[in-house]
């Protein structure tokens, strides 16, 4: 759960809470679902939780573990954590207090900077007022086509230091995303046999509306059989740029196109 990261926009991950289900299209090929079946016919006594296999398929029944929750208190050194890279933290059998519960943790570890992201906006948006938000947290949404630009408007509630998107994968042209009030923006294509193809006129048209509105722009794969199959070069560069440091927001922005 605190093993160094190959997702490159974090350094390490953190699973409080595994398991979910589908809920858009972006969920078709999800890799947490493959991973997951494969943790458990390792014997990986998280991934043992069947769960509803109509929607969590094996193994991925979502499961609170409250001994996860001591762990950010062992790190010694400062790290970028991405929570639930596993689940999603406002999944709806994730019970408001142990969403309390790990706020909590992140609240009293301010040496670290937490990712959550999530595709349960409308639920993150109701139960923000109940949460303490430090400053070392972030959130995000995911955005893979343009009939999920409801869920960054449901972000733009949540009083996080820094809000941020997650366009991967990337299934379509998203010309019109709101980005008023996101600090940062990661997109990318989608891995695995069964990748649905990236169109880089996409990629370019969502960078370029990144520099026009100032956010910084991550760009993590094209995709393909694999996840480093076709690389991360657009244009002939590498595109990492991450949210300032030390952005601090004090009240929400409002919505705008």
Not at 40 to 60: E, N
Not at 70 to 94: C, G, I
Request: some cysteine; aromatic content about 8%.
């Amino acid at each position: 759960m605190s093993a160094k990261s190959t997702i490159e926009w974090t350094e390490a991950t953190w699973n409080p809470t595994t398991g979910c289900d589908r809920v858009s299209t972006g969920c078709d090929n999800c890799y947490a679902l493959t991973l997951a079946k494969r943790l458990k016919a390792m014997g990986v006594a998280k991934y043992q939780t069947d769960g509803d296999s109509r929607t969590s398929g094996p193994g991925f029944g979502v499961a609170l573990h409250k001994d996860a929750l001591s762990t950010p208190y062992t790190w010694r050194q400062p790290r970028l954590v991405f929570v639930n890279s596993m689940s999603d933290l406002f999944h709806a059998k994730v019970p408001l207090p142990f969403v309390q519960d790990v706020f909590q943790v992140m609240r009293e570890t301010p040496q670290h900077t937490y990712q959550i992201l999530t595709k349960r906006s409308k639920r993150l948006s109701r139960m923000a007022p109940s949460l303490q938000w430090p400053s070392n947290v972030w959130v995000g949404v995911s955005v893979e086509s343009e009939d999920q630009y409801d869920r960054v408007r449901d972000l733009m509630s949540v009083p996080a230091s820094v809000r941020f998107l997650s366009c991967e994968p990337l299934l379509g042209p998203i010309p019109k995303i709101p980005l008023a009030g996101i600090d940062w923006l990661i997109a990318g294509g989608e891995s695995g046999p069964s990748a649905r193809q990236l169109d880089p006129e996409w990629v370019r048209n969502v960078r370029d509306r990144c520099r026009d509105h100032s956010v910084p722009f991550f760009f993590k794969q094209w995709g393909g059989l694999r996840p480093k199959s076709g690389g991360r070069t657009l244009d002939g560069r590498l595109w990492s740029e991450m949210p300032r440091p030390n952005h601090v927001r004090r009240t929400p922005a409002a919505t705008s196109p």
